[in-house]
């Protein structure tokens, strides 16, 4: 059966850096939908958001994507008793650690980037853009690719989504949702440790498949076809239970 997949981006580069997953997904048959990041500390963003997201039939995130993912399946469950099928793509609960949760970046080294960013944003994302490339042999080929699809981002958006990293722990969701959720990591991820996909099964929740593959915190991007692949099989083992 083919999905009406929202597929929501990261920090920092737009929602053209899914444009190679979404259009893997889509040869696949899926109608696919492409969101950029939004600020879901604002109670009506979010409610507007989750509003729109009841259309679909899979709400899927990377990073910071798979964050706001979460809250939005969460939205409609409490809201209209409807079951996402929920998936995640090299996405830490709480990517900025506390005292619940350190498998995450530690405190002072996300408050520095959050200053580096008010400082100097180009270079910042620069920074930023290199880290989601790094832990492969084609880190600067990726790096290059990764550029080459970036859009100029509104910087009051950027600073709304460093707030929703610094703050959001979606881990709670995730242990207590009664929906499908499907969680993918990476081995060389810099950004999101691949510790976080054991963290996840430890959580016992009932419809929770983790997976992790090699790759760098952008694979969704640089192997997109491995990822749709993946979805896919995800989506079809689905179907066939539900028979």
């Not at 969460?74 to 900025?96: G, M, V």
Request: include cysteine; aromatic fraction near 8%; charge should be neutral.
């Amino acid at each position: 059966m083919k999905q009406r997949i929202l597929l929501i981006t990261g920090w920092g580069g737009g929602a053209q850096l899914l444009t190679p997953l979404q259009q893997a997904l889509q040869q696949q048959g899926h109608a696919v939908e492409l969101w950029n990041i939004f600020n879901a500390l604002d109670q009506q963003t979010l409610q507007r958001k989750a509003e729109q997201a009841r259309e679909f039939d899979v709400i899927a995130g990377w990073s910071l994507g798979g964050q706001l993912a979460a809250l939005l399946a969460d939205q409609i469950a409490k809201q209209h008793a409807e079951h996402k099928i929920l998936i995640t793509l090299a996405s830490n609960p709480c990517f900025a650690a506390n005292a619940e949760w350190q498998a995450a970046m530690d405190q002072p080294a996300f408050q520095s980037f959050k200053q580096s960013f008010e400082q100097d944003a180009v270079s910042t994302l620069k920074k930023f853009g290199y880290m989601v490339c790094q832990g492969t042999s084609s880190t600067k080929q990726d790096f290059l690719t990764l550029q080459s699809l970036i859009q100029a981002q509104n910087l009051e958006l950027l600073r709304q989504g460093l707030n929703c990293l610094e703050q959001l722990n979606t881990a709670d969701i995730l242990k207590n949702y009664s929906g499908r959720q499907y969680h993918i990591f990476s081995k060389q991820d810099s950004l999101v440790s691949c510790k976080v996909e054991s963290k996840l099964q430890d959580f016992g929740a009932k419809f929770m498949e983790t997976e992790l593959l090699s790759g760098s915190h952008g694979f969704p991007l640089f192997d997109s076809e491995l990822t749709s692949c993946k979805i896919c099989q995800y989506l079809k083992k689905i179907e066939q239970r539900s028979a």
